[in-house]
């Protein structure tokens, strides 16, 4: 696998799968690769990180065998990301129990706000490879 950036996410937030399509629009190198934290492959890197396998209200990044959560994946992955969005990184020097406040806030509303889907997102042929399983 030539990617060592796996993105976790909540596989039926209308939000987060959201996210993942803005992700994969800007990353056309396909640096990130893609998990549901529902999926087979989503919950083997829940485990094998010692993460909760029931707790779906983080976006989590593993990359380099490393874990970065809530704000500080968003951040990570927004400094990666074709165009102007790296400038979000700045946002990293806010504490991170102010950042992460904040996401949760978000985290806890997404389903009012965004919807929420019955099933995960079924990835189209094109973009299977992005996705593990």
């Given at each position: 696998m030539k990617s060592t950036s796996i993105i976790l996410f909540d596989g039926v937030c209308n939000l987060c799968n959201g996210a993942v399509q803005f992700i994969i629009r800007h990353d056309p190198n396909g640096k990130f690769l893609?998990?549901?934290?529902?999926?087979?492959?989503?919950?083997?890197?829940?485990?094998?990180?010692?993460?909760?396998?029931?707790e779906f209200s983080s976006f989590i990044l593993v990359q380099h065998n490393k874990i970065y959560t809530k704000s500080t994946a968003a951040l990570y992955v927004a400094r990666q990301i074709r165009g102007a969005w790296c400038c979000l990184y700045i946002f990293i020097i806010v504490p991170r129990f102010l950042r992460d406040a904040v996401y949760n806030w978000i985290a806890q509303n997404r389903y009012r706000w965004f919807g929420k889907k019955e099933t995960c997102m079924i990835p189209t042929p094109e973009l299977k490879a992005r996705f593990l399983p």
């Open positions: 893609f998990a549901s934290l529902q999926s087979e492959a989503g919950q083997q890197l829940l485990r094998q990180h010692q993460l909760p396998a029931d």
